[in-house]
């Protein structure tokens, strides 16, 4: 997939994370900021890193403002927040 657009996903809720995805021509750059960053961070972010490869996005900006998502949730609101933003590549025929 190829980011388009700016999307956000989720909100600043406690225990949700809010994601904001943007085009980037250098790869894939995640800013985090969380309460629980010096014990998650690392953790977080390789789940954010390995969402966007899984659905093969090789250059994207993620912000992401987490505060105590659960794995799952980080998931689903890189999930949500890249399908707002890319658009699909077609397939070879």
Known sequence: MQIKGVAVA???????????????TTGINIVLTSSVEKYYGDSIRETIEQVLRVMGVDSAGVKAS???????????????????????EEAAK
């Open 10 to 24: 989720g909100t600043l809720e406690s225990s949700d994370i809010m994601v904001t995805v943007s085009p980037d």
């Open 66 to 88: 987490d505060h105590g998502a659960l794995d799952c949730t980080i998931r689903a609101r890189v999930t949500t927040a890249v399908r707002r933003a890319a658009v699909e």
